[in-house]
T-cell receptor, first 123, second 107 residues
């Protein structure tokens, strides 16, 4: 059974960088897209970006200037780095898997989700 | 991100049919997925590629898409179906987006 587990600092100061890790267990990262999605308290879901197992990425244009996704397939982990955070980045951050049902970005759905990690931005 | 619009809430009586819509520019030209999120839980995929059900999702759940609107339909709605439902799709520039979510109440 494939499982995803997010890890992060919990609290980040404004203007600092946020780094999150997602650990994948139960399967290889090969052939899948790996995604970060966030949800602000009481609000909806926001797609942040995808990284394919080859390392190619696509990002939400509204966050693109501050986001970097990377992965380490040897450790079955992928990562989110979000620079210069503000209070608006306070959210529950999920990692998810895409590509089990469709092999291209234009039809990706997310069939496996982590439990999420809450990140608060505050001084 | 790709702008998708959903009604904030839908109410239905137990045993009745609930329909949740999702609209977006040229949405019918793009595959739509739907997620169910119960309170305090992670989202769960309930429909993909407009009308395909993942393993384990009841046949009561169905999906359609045409023009600028996709619809998730839940027949014989049960109290266990109470949740927030989100649509998700990609635009032609591979930018993803989620709808704002619809709170389904089964009263």
């Amino acid at each position: 059974q494939v499982q995803l587990q997010e890890g992060g600092p919990g609290l980040v100061k404004p203007s600092e960088n946020l780094s999150l890790k997602c650990s994948v267990s139960g399967d290889s990262m090969t052939s899948y897209y790996w995604t970060w999605i966030r949800q602000t308290p009481g609000k909806g879901l926001e797609w942040i970006g995808n990284i394919f197992y080859t390392g190619s990425t696509n990002y939400n244009p509204s966050l693109k200037s501050r986001v970097t996704l990377s992965l380490d397939s040897s450790k079955n982990q992928f990562f989110l780095n979000l620079s210069s955070v503000t209070a608006a980045d306070t959210a529950l951050y999920y990692c998810a898997r895409g590509g089990a049902n469709c092999g291209s970005v234009t039809c990706l759905d997310f069939d496996i989700w982590g439990r999420g990690t809450m990140i608060s931005v505050s001084s | 991100s790709y702008e998708l619009t959903q009604p904030p809430s839908v109410s239905v009586s137990p045993g009745q049919t609930a329909s949740i819509t999702c609209s977006g520019h040229k949405l019918g030209s793009n595959y739509v997925s739907w997620y169910q999120q119960k309170a305090g839980q992670s989202p769960v995929l309930v429909m993909y590629q407009d009308m395909k059900r993942p393993s384990g999702i009841p046949e009561r759940f169905s999906g359609t898409s045409s023009g600028n609107t996709a619809t998730l339909t839940i027949r014989e709605t049960q109290t266990m179906d109470e949740a927030d439902y989100y649509c998700q799709a990609w635009d032609s520039n591979t930018v993803g987006g989620f709808g704002g979510g619809t709170r389904l109440s089964v009263l």
